[in-house]
């Protein structure tokens, strides 16, 4: 059984940072690719940034590139969604996926139950 379980989201205020956390269960992080999606109220989930199990390279929103950072830690099975300079637009339920291609929600098979990031202005 998949499990993915998203820690670290909160309230912070403009240009503050927050990491999120991704704990899997049931799937080995190093074996597939791992993404962030968000979705804000009223607005379909949006692709933020992925990983590929292959060769760790990484993909990014261009509203987010530069400022947000996904990793992983193959010893503890995480990823982590490092998040720098945030802004009021950032705030979203941000949900960790498994096992997709790309920035297409619809072709990732496992999701989290997401953590919520405010960020006030």
């Known amino acids: 059984q998949v499990q993915l379980v998203e820690s670290g989201g909160g309230l912070v205020q403009t240009g503050a940072s927050l990491r999120l956390s991704c704990a899997a269960s049931?799937?080995?992080?190093?074996?597939?690719?791992m993404g962030w999606f968000r979705q804000a109220p009223g607005k379909e989930r949006e692709f933020v940034t992925y990983?590929?199990?292959?060769?760790?390279?990484?993909y990014y929103a261009d509203s987010v590139k530069g400022r947000f950072t996904i990793s992983r830690d193959n010893a503890k099975n995480t990823v982590y969604l490092q998040m720098d300079s945030l802004k009021p637009e950032d705030t979203a339920v941000y949900y960790c996926a498994a096992g997709g291609v790309g920035d297409r929600p619809t072709s990732y098979n496992y999701w989290g139950q997401g953590t919520q990031v405010t960020v006030s202005p």
């Open positions: 990983i590929t199990w292959y060769s760790g390279s990484t």
């Open positions: 049931g799937v080995t992080v190093s074996r597939i690719n």
